[in-house]
């Protein structure tokens, strides 16, 4: 009695324990709204796996089919060795080109989408449709046109990497451009300096790190996807293998993919170790101008601990900088940076004159691909073709999620209980992601049969790598403040993770499966080409039969679906913020 006695009595008049406690904040009807959608995906997801109808037992009994296709190729074969080289050479060649193409051309676009440096809404809205325009339209498609409008050779696929990847590697650039530290840039403003100034010293040393790690990851992604572009045309690695398919030739054919594989490895491999190299070991700098400035900084040296260099003294001595190793190192590597660049555009062999004569046949083309049409095809049955090829997205998101959550997780340093997991992890999710999804979903196929099972399968297994590897990323970047607390209070490694690393990470999570999702729409539109069900069939009859208006409206189905899940990844950002 005398201990409630003296709660309910307060200098400032009775109060109950209740009353003591901070009133919790309403949940907005927003984020009510957002979280049903989010569960509403999951459940739809969850049925379209379902309706799919994924069967391990009955794989199993269908490996016969992949036994007998075995015995009929016999062994694997491959070119001869000087054509070998001479094609891994010109696929990495047009892959780089058309990648640092995108690259160049994203950064005005990015600039301008912006928040917080572009000129103004309208600007940021048309920046912003351009790169989810250049996203949603299938590098294959770009690629038929330029077939059509240039020579046959490198070039086509140049531009149709180039102009597709614009739309990743903007998004990215412009995120990073919005997650910057205002002070540079406002101080170079507030002196009088000039819009030029405040982007090439206020931005461009803290999202340079960014950039090149987006640049190299979308390189990867570009090197697997170059193999679909050599079914309509693209030289390379990717046309001797449709080549090798067509005429039955199934060992050559796979020996071509096996090196695809590989080649796609090493290049992860080598993306890595110059993301590794250009981010530093302290990945939880919270600013992107440390790691730049810090490239060796490691986990128990801190700036303060680090005094400035003897030679950065003053501007006299700042001129005779010292050729340290480190510095030699540096140059050594931006001398062949450039060396590499160079010798991609020797390789690809561009008919320049291309660009001069391509105007007279572009009336032409345009007039083969408008107006859009179905054609021969029923309205609604191409609608219930889009509806199936979002059900392999959403089946195949589904199920990267919990793998990608797991291996991701374990892949983490400030997660995986200890360096030898944490590699384990890493090397698994560089494996996966060097399979490209079309060699999969052909071998899967060929045991599966056509139809839906292939292409989702080969989605979840080729989302695994890419998903996991950004929320490994993610989860690295989290504040490591709350975590040092829980740790400090005596929490074990799972609290602190649910309790600390996830909760940060979420809105991460969030837009990286959105992004994952969207991804897989397109996926599962080309996996469509090569019998994984869906409206890629349609496709690939109407590119076949030059009926290149039924094309264009496939694509315009496909761009209505991509901003829909464009404009539900921005809601879903915004709400969890």
């Known amino acids: 009695m005398t201990l409630l006695a003296a709660r309910a009595t307060t200098p400032g008049g009775p109060a109950s324990p209740v009353s003591e406690r901070a009133p919790k904040a309403p949940i907005s009807p927003e984020r009510i709204a957002a979280s049903l959608t989010l569960l509403a995906l999951v459940v739809l997801g969850v049925l379209a796996v379902n309706e799919v109808g994924i069967s391990i037992p009955a794989m199993v009994q269908s490996w016969g089919n992949a036994e007998n296709f075995l015995t009929r190729v016999g062994g694997l074969s491959f070119p001869e060795p000087g054509d070998l080289v001479w094609l891994i050479a010109l696929?990495?060649?047009?892959?780089?080109?058309g990648?640092?193409?995108?690259?160049?051309?994203?950064?005005?676009?990015?600039?301008?989408?912006?928040?917080?440096?572009?000129?103004?809404?309208?600007?940021?809205?048309?920046?912003?449709?351009?790169?989810?325009?250049?996203?949603?339209?299938?590098?294959?498609?770009?690629?038929?046109?330029?077939v059509l409008m240039f020579s046959l050779g490198t070039l086509p696929g140049i531009l149709a990497i180039g102009i597709h990847s614009i739309g990743m590697i903007s998004k990215m650039f412009a995120d990073a451009i919005e997650q910057i530290d205002e002070g540079p840039r406002l101080a170079i403003r507030a002196a009088g300096g000039s819009k030029m100034q405040e982007f090439s010293a206020g931005i461009l040393p803290q999202v340079l790190p960014s950039w090149v790690a987006t640049v190299l990851h979308r390189n990867d992604i570009n090197l697997r996807g170059s193999v679909v572009l050599g079914y309509v045309g693209v030289a390379g690695l990717g046309l001797e293998m449709s080549y090798a398919f067509k005429a039955l030739n199934y060992g050559k054919g796979l020996g071509i993919a096996l090196v695809i594989f590989l080649l796609c490895v090493a290049m992860e491999i080598i993306s890595s170790l110059v993301r590794g190299a250009m981010l530093g070991q302290e990945r939880q700098t919270r600013s992107w101008i440390d790691r730049l400035l810090h490239p060796r900084l490691g986990a128990t040296t801190t700036a303060?601990?680090?005094?400035?260099?003897?030679?950065?003294a003053n501007p006299r001595t700042a001129v005779g900088r010292p050729w340290t190793p480190e510095r030699v190192r540096n140059t050594v590597a931006g001398v062949l940076a450039v060396l590499v660049v160079l010798g991609s555009v020797i390789v690809s062999d561009i008919n320049w004159l291309?660009?001069?004569?391509?105007?007279?046949?572009?009336?032409?083309?345009?007039?083969?691909?408008?107006?859009?049409?179905?054609?021969?095809?029923?309205?609604?049955?191409?609608?219930?073709?889009?509806?199936?090829?979002?059900?392999?997205a959403l089946a195949a998101t589904v199920l990267t999620l919990l793998p990608s959550l797991v291996l991701g997780s374990l892949a983490a340093r400030n997660v995986a209980p200890g360096a030898g997991v944490r590699g384990t992890a890493r090397f698994l999710l560089v494996g996966i992601r060097g399979i490209p999804e079309l060699i999969l979903a052909i071998v899967l196929v060929v045991i599966t049969g056509l139809g839906p099972q292939a292409g989702v399968i080969a989605l979840a297994i080729g989302g695994i790598g890419l998903l996991g590897k950004l929320i490994a990323d993610s989860f690295e970047e989290v504040d490591r403040g709350p975590e040092r607390a829980l740790r400090a209070v005596g929490a074990t490694r799972l609290q602190t993770y649910?309790?600390?690393?996830?909760?940060?990470?979420?809105?991460?999570?969030?837009?990286?499966?959105?992004?994952?999702?969207?991804?897989?729409?397109?996926?599962?539109?080309?996996?469509?080409?090569?019998?994984?069900?869906?409206?890629?069939?349609?496709?690939?009859?109407?590119?076949?039969?030059?009926?290149?208006?039924?094309?264009?409206?496939?694509?315009?189905?496909?761009l209505v679906t991509v901003l829909v899940v464009e404009g539900l990844a921005m809601w879903m950002r915004k709400v969890f913020r």
């Open 91 to 97: 696929t990495v060649g047009l892959v780089l080109v």
């Open 99 to 146: 990648t640092l193409l995108a690259a160049v051309l994203s950064v005005p676009i990015a600039y301008l989408a912006a928040s917080n440096t572009t000129p103004g809404n309208g600007w940021r809205a048309a920046a912003r449709f351009i790169g989810v325009l250049t996203r949603a339209l299938p590098d294959v498609v770009l690629a038929m046109a330029f």
């Open 304 to 312: 303060a601990s680090t005094g400035r260099p003897a030679w950065a």
């Open 354 to 392: 291309d660009f001069v004569t391509f105007w007279a046949k572009l009336p032409e083309v345009a007039a083969k691909f408008w107006p859009p049409s179905f054609g021969n095809y029923d309205a609604s049955a191409m609608i219930d073709a889009m509806r199936d090829t979002v059900a392999i």
């Open 498 to 558: 649910t309790s600390a690393t996830v909760p940060q990470g979420m809105q991460a999570l969030i837009g990286h499966s959105f992004y994952m999702l969207d991804t897989n729409i397109r996926a599962a539109t080309i996996l469509g080409i090569v019998g994984g069900g869906g409206v890629g069939y349609y496709l690939l009859n109407a590119s076949q039969g030059s009926r290149y208006e039924t094309v264009t409206a496939i694509v315009l189905m496909i």
